[in-house]
T-cell receptor, first 115, second 115 residues
Framework: AQSVTQLGSHVSVSEGALVLLRCNYS??????LFWYVQYPNQGLQLLLK??????LVKGINGFEAEFKKSETSFHLTKPSAHMSDAAEYFC?????????????FGTGTRLQVTL | DAMVIQNPRYQVTQFGKPVTLSCSQT?????MYWYQQKSSQAPKLLFH???????NEADTPDNFQSRRPNTSFCFLDIRSPGLGDAAMYLC??????????????FGQGTRLTVV
């Protein structure tokens, strides 16, 4: 079985500051990891995905994430926060066969960006 | 441009009155998913279709049913909505189930209110 844990349900940063959203995974098979963003009353939009190619993954809107197997982590970062980054962020894990191939989401982290 | 379209965006239904939510896709993907997302929670998979094959999650209540008449359309039927079924319902698609880089594309969601 797979799962992800997102540390911190709420994160607040100042505009221009570093954004760091934490995600740790648990998987019995090589994991495939995703970060999604959700704006209020909207669906989920894919930010980036890790599929065992490069460990540092770059996504849209200046976000990136690094897969660290030794730490079972896939933290999301952005060097400089913008007001438009305020949203809910979900980390998700997916296996590669059968029922493990469904997406399992973490509980989400709400990012607040202040002036 | 919208690839996964959910209608309506907002739905109000009466307690116990059957309601149907619809989803269509222009991606010609094999897999369609329905997720339930309650306030401040992670999306929870209800079921998915791989082509015509229906796969129900073990903990999905019998009150929730789904139909997929063709590749493009998928419906979520709630036979007797209760107050606890008020949530955002998200439809998603993916090209297939197995490969890791098969990301899921989400619609904008339908917010269901039960009165």
């Amino acid at each position: 079985a797979q799962s992800v844990t997102q540390l911190g349900s709420h994160v607040s940063v100042s505009e221009g500051a570093l954004v760091l959203l934490r995600c740790n995974y648990s998987s019995s098979v090589p994991p495939y990891l995703f970060w999604y963003v959700q704006y209020p009353n909207q669906g989920l939009q894919l930010l980036l995905k890790y599929t065992s190619a490069a460990t540092l993954v770059k996504g849209i809107n200046g976000f990136e994430a690094e897969f660290k197997k030794s730490e079972t982590s896939f933290h999301l970062t952005k060097p400089s926060a913008h007001m438009s980054d305020a949203a809910e962020y979900f980390c998700a894990v997916r296996g590669n066969t059968g029922t493990a191939s469904k997406l399992t989401f973490g509980t989400g982290t709400r990012l607040q960006v202040t002036l | 441009d919208a690839m996964v379209i959910q209608n309506p965006r907002y739905q109000v239904t009466q307690f116990g009155k059957p309601v149907t939510l619809s989803c269509s896709q222009t991606l010609n993907h094999n897999v369609m998913y329905w997720y339930q997302q309650k306030s401040s929670q992670a999306p929870k998979l209800l079921f998915h279709y791989y082509d015509k094959d229906f796969n129900n999650e073990a903990d999905t209540p019998d009150n929730f049913q789904s139909r997929r008449p063709n590749t493009s359309f998928c419906f979520l039927d709630i036979r007797s909505p209760g107050l606890g079924d008020a949530a955002m319902y998200l439809c998603a698609t993916s090209r297939t189930l197995g490969p890791a880089n098969t990301e899921a594309f989400f619609g904008q969601g339908t917010r269901l209110t039960v009165v």
